[in-house]
Structure formats: C-alpha cells, structure tokens
C-alpha cells in the first residue's frame, strides 16, 4: 500500500479510516505513518487510538484533564495547565471533548485550543448525573467517533473532622468522587470491551493509599476509587483495556478553598511550607501514562511534592 499525506490531520483522518478494519497490523501502520509526522512524535499506542478523549474537568486551576499524545508539545506551550495540552492535541489532530458543569469555563478552553487548530466539543455534564454522563458519552462518540480515552477528573475534597458530622460535605464526597466515576466508566468502558482498546485514567490521590486525618471521608472516597480501578483491571486483563490511577499528593488548584470546618482547616488543612505539585505536573503523568507502547501498562502513578513524602 502506498499512502500520499503530508500533514499531521491528514495522518489522523487515515488513522481513523483505517484502524477499524486493520489491514495492517500497529507496527506497520506506524512504519507507514511515521515519515509524514512531526519529528516530536514518538512511537506510541496513544498515535493509534481514534483521537477522542472524553474528560470531566477543566482548565483555572484544576488537573489536568486533558491529554496530550506526543510529550514534547507539552513542553513547548507557555500556556499553563489544561490549555498546554490541548493545545498539544491540537497540534496532533486529536479531538477533545471537554465536560465539566461550568460552560464559559468550558468555552474559553475551547477558543484558546480551537485557534489551535484542534476539533475541540464542549459538553456540559454534571458528572453525578448518569443521563448526562450518557449523553456526553453519546454526543462524543456521535461528532467525533468513538473515546478511546478517558480521563476521569472532577472531584471535591472537604476537610472535616468525623466528629464534626458535616454530612453535607460527605454526602457530595460520595456523589462527586464515587458516584461520578462510576457514572464514567458506565457510559465507556462497555464500547471500549467492544472494540478491544481503550484506557481509563482517573485522579485518585496519594489520599487513595492512605488516610489523612481532616480528610477521612475524602481518603475513603479515594480508597473507593483505588478499589474500582484494581477490580476494573483485574477483571478486564486481557481484552485491551488499561486502567491507570494518577496519586497526586498536594498540587496548586482550587481545591483546598472549598472547606468550611474551621477546626479540621486549622489542625490539617494549614500549609507546610513545602513547594507542591503544578498541574503541569500531574498532566506529564498523564502523558507518560497514555503514551506507552501497546504492552506496557502504567497501573498506577503516585506524584508527591519531594517534601511532603507518605
Ligand atoms: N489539588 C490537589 O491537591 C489534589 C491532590 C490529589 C488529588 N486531587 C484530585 O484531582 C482532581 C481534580 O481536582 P483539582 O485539584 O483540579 O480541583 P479543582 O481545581 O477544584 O477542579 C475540580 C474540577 O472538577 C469539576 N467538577 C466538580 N464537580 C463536578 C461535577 N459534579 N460534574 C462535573 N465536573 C465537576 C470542576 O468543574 P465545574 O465546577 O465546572 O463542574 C473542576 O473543573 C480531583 O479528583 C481531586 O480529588 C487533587
């Protein structure tokens, strides 16, 4: 077969004409591929996946919840945080579908990214609502083909002391951080059984291995999240799926200003002084995680400041 392309979009439309039926196997389609893509890209599965990723968050100050094929794009974008790696799928030719409940939020991701160059969808989705979850999942798969990737992000974290019974605060704990995740794999992992390929990632946290006091109620939700994604992979080893939990410890965003309880805030919630994670941190995991060959699976990644160890 001979192929005429001369840029990178055109590289993934052919990607996407040609990896269903697979007349030819990974390894030559990246031989044939290989001349006409940017010198950056490397050798990755994540460079055969149809380019949709379907993700839960987005941009000011929250992790990552994009995902970007070749790394080095990422180090080149001044921008910070989210719109790095959009942009760097951008420049690739992925397609993104961002989802989260704030849409101007949303929006100016997708204009930063869009004059990029990349086909980028907005959905707004209230992850602990299951219809909405499905119609993302549906309006993704409908504009831009099936996900191949998800990256499962959104997420709330309460300090709170036990004692102080701020049932509130648990109960969206549970609703967010559990509930939501499985909202999410729901509407993807069935399709990607289907078509035997597909990766889920989720933010879990270093809280996920082990309980912090102040956070009991946000440990267990991460513990939930570890124990789904352990069984997940357990019981789908074999059928092309991989499942990767990211553990960051503390990192830069928006999160630690959600807390009421000024006792668990004042006991555990103060800083330590040590410099955290950037999101940008974080995402590079990511990126390392999806980016592997074919056979490699990044089960789980734990991403500490140096200073703050478990
Ligand atoms: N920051 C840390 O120190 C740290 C450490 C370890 C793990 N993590 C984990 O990292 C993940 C991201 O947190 P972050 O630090 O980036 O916090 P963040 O800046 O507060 O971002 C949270 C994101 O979740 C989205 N979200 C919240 N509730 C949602 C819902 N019901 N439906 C859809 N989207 C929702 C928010 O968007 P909308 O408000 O627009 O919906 C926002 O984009 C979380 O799972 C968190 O547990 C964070």
């Known amino acids: 077969m001979s192929l005429s392309l001369s840029t990178s979009s055109e590289v993934v439309c052919l990607q996407s004409k040609v ?21 950056t890209v ?5 460079l055969y996946l149809r380019p949709t990723l379907v993700t839960f968050s987005l941009e000011v100050g929250s992790i990552i919840p994009l995902v970007v094929r070749p790394p080095t794009v990422l180090l080149q974008s001044p921008e910070p945080n989210t719109v790095v790696f959009a942009f760097g799928l951008a420049k690739e030719g992925a397609s993104v ?6 849409l101007d939020a949303l929006e100016g991701v997708k204009r930063k990214v869009s004059a990029y160059g990349g086909r980028v969808l907005v959905v707004k989705t209230d992850i602990t ?17 099936p996900v191949d990737i998800l990256v499962s992000c959104a997420g709330v974290m309460y300090f709170t002391m036990m004692a102080n019974v701020q049932t509130e605060e648990w109960d969206r704990t549970v609703d967010v951080n559990c509930k939501g995740l499985l909202n999410c794999l729901s509407s993807t992992v069935p399709g990607m059984l289907e078509r035997g390929i597909g990766h889920i990632v989720a933010i879990s946290s270093d809280a996920g ?5 102040g956070l009991g109620v946000y440990s267990a939700s991460k513990f939930f999240v570890e124990a789904t994604l352990q ?3 357990l019981e789908t080893a074999g059928s092309g799926l991989r499942v990767t939990s990211i553990q960051p410890g503390n990192t830069a965003t928006e999160l630690l200003g959600m807390s009421t309880d000024a006792e668990a805030i ?11 994670l950037d999101a940008e941190d974080v995402a590079s995991s990511i990126v390392y995680a999806v980016c592997q060959p074919e056979h490699v699976a990044v089960n789980e990644i734990l991403i500490e400041p140096r200073d703050e160890p478990i």
């Open 129 to 145: 609502k299951k219809e909405q979850v499905e119609n993302l999942v549906s309006t993704a798969s409908a504009q831009l083909g």
């Open 97 to 102: 579908v961002l989802a989260a409940r704030r």
């Open 266 to 276: 004042k006991k555990y919630g103060e800083p330590t002084g040590a410099k955290v």
């Open 209 to 213: 291995r082990k309980v912090f006091p």
């Open 19 to 39: 990896y269903n039926r697979l007349p030819y196997s990974k390894t030559m389609l990246h031989e044939l591929l290989l001349p006409y893509m940017a010198s």
């Open 42 to 46: 490397r050798k990755s599965t994540a």
């Open 231 to 233: 069984a997940l992979r």
